[in-house]
């Protein structure tokens, strides 16, 4: 049973960053439910914990102590930065510790799903001195989603779908480093299901709708399909474990059972 600690950053009498009528404290409250709740429903054989689910007061040690006295095995603390600049930032801890190759190796892995997923800018994959990081007995990373401060990171930063698109990308890294079963879709627990993209580039839909694009997938990718072929809009999709949508044109896409 894997268990992951979810931390967001900041509550209560402590907005974190502020900006454009916005404040860290909703932003990365919001982030971490959704993630939970993509994880949960995606996902089997895991177990969250969250540092808190409402807008409360709790200090860093009280944060650590959870996730230390639980015995989590990786904790991701989610911020939204400030200060001057665009784009996504992570950090792990910047001392010397066992474990800390893996400790980048995992980070790698959700850092790289958040860029993809998010389309911010990569300000790259950075290492700190903080106390989340510090004081977590296991792997831990801190990701700053976006500045509260620049205008058009606030503008996504507002939008429901652009913060589940944060989530996502949480999610689909921290399943990759941890390797999460994905949830059978349905009661033949035999078989999966799996699309292969066979153009050179092909949209996903952050929803059943085909406007809502999401990300650009390219040719050899492969995706476990959680949603049987369905009519939208006089075409067909799939979903796929990440959540997205993908057509099901067998033009674009090879549809195969294993
Ligand atoms: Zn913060």
């Known amino acids: 049973m894997t268990k992951i600690f979810i931390d967001p950053g900041h509550g209560g009498s402590d907005p974190g960053a502020t900006g454009n009528g916005l404040q860290e404290k909703h932003l990365t409250l919001a982030i971490a439910l959704k993630l939970r709740d993509i994880l949960n429903s995606q996902y089997e054989g895991h177990s969250i914990m969250l540092s808190r689910t409402t807008d409360q007061n709790i200090s860093l040690s009280q944060r650590t102590n959870m996730a230390n006295n639980w015995g989590a095995d990786y904790l991701v603390s989610i911020h939204i930065n400030a200060g001057g600049g665009t784009g996504f930032e992570s950090y792990t801890f910047n001392g010397s510790y066992s474990g800390k190759a893996e400790t980048n190796r995992l980070r790698g892995i959700v850092h790289d799903a958040v860029v993809n997923q998010t389309g911010f800018r990569d300000r790259g994959k950075k290492e700190a001195n903080f106390h989340m990081l510090r004081e977590s007995a296991m792997p831990a990373v801190l990701t700053e ?5 620049h205008s058009a ?3 996504n930063l507002k ?3 652009f913060l589940t698109r944060i989530a ?4 689909v890294g921290l399943a990759n480093a941890l390797g ?4 059978s ?3 033949d627990t035999g078989t999966q299901k799996f699309v292969e993209i066979i153009v050179d580039s092909l949209w996903t839909y952050n929803t059943a709708d085909w406007d809502d694009k999401a990300v650009v997938v390219n040719r050899g990718e492969v995706f476990t399909v ?3 072929k369905f009519p939208v809009g006089g075409g067909y999709m799939y979903q796929i474990k990440s959540g997205l949508y993908i057509t099901a044109n067998s ?3 090879r549809y195969y059972t294993r």
């Open 251 to 253: 033009s674009y896409v």
């Open 226 to 228: 959680i949603r049987d």
């Open 168 to 171: 996502r990308g949480h999610a």
């Open 185 to 187: 879709s349905g009661g």
């Open 180 to 183: 999460l079963t994905p949830k």
């Open 159 to 161: 939008s429901d779908a």
């Open 153 to 155: 990171d606030a503008a």
């Open 145 to 149: 989603n976006g500045f509260i401060d």
